[in-house]
């Protein structure tokens, strides 16, 4: 069936480091594919989107490209700041509009 | 923005209760969804409503669980007899064709005990 792969947390970073948080995914068909956040005590927000391959994703200075020949989705920035600590979620949509999660990567950003 | 509201923010029940959990979706959106996410793993699906129906619903999504449109703005999640398996923070989300992903409600922590 459809899921989602994530690389396992935490991670802690000082700011102005880069980011790559490694997700993969397994479905059939052609899904969505996301990243959300989760800041503390709040609900999941969408951070950005790829609806088919090669296409990237972009929100905030983090990205992502769909890569159908390997499969994944990883998230990259090129200088986290303190405000980005928060947990990140990749996900897909399967064809019938459900989403598949990641278990969650949290990130702590350290000045 | 459109905000999808969850209440209460956190509940704590007695093992054998019921419980209600509350969403507002967003007024213009048709499809409504609840997951869940337990301590420390995955959020998961449990169940899609449409048109007044259940569209989809996963294996958790047993007959302790319904839920329920009552009214033009309000999507609910019963548990009939809580368990202490079923703490766990459970989203609302809703959606409308032409948006590529949810809108999440903040989330309502159910703790039974």
Known sequence: ?111 | EPEVTQTPSHQVTQMGQEVILRCVPISNHLYFYWYRQILGQKVEFLVSFYNNEISEKSEIFDDQFSVERPDGSNFTLKIRSTKLEDSAMYFCASWRWGNYGYTFGSGTRLTVV
């Open chain 1, 1 to 111: 069936g459809d899921s989602v792969t994530q690389m396992e947390g935490p991670v802690t970073l000082s700011e102005e480091a880069f980011l790559t948080i490694n997700c993969t995914y397994t479905a059939t068909g052609y899904p969505s594919l996301f990243w959300y956040v989760q800041y503390p005590g709040e609900g999941l927000q969408l951070l950005l989107k790829a609806t088919k391959a090669d296409d990237k994703g972009s929100n905030k200075g983090f990205e992502a490209t769909y890569r159908k020949e390997t499969t994944s989705f990883h998230l990259e920035k090129g200088s986290v700041q303190v405000s980005d600590s928060a947990v990140y979620f990749c996900a897909l949509r399967a064809t019938g509009n459900q989403f598949y999660f990641g278990t969650g990567t949290s990130l702590t950003v350290i000045p």
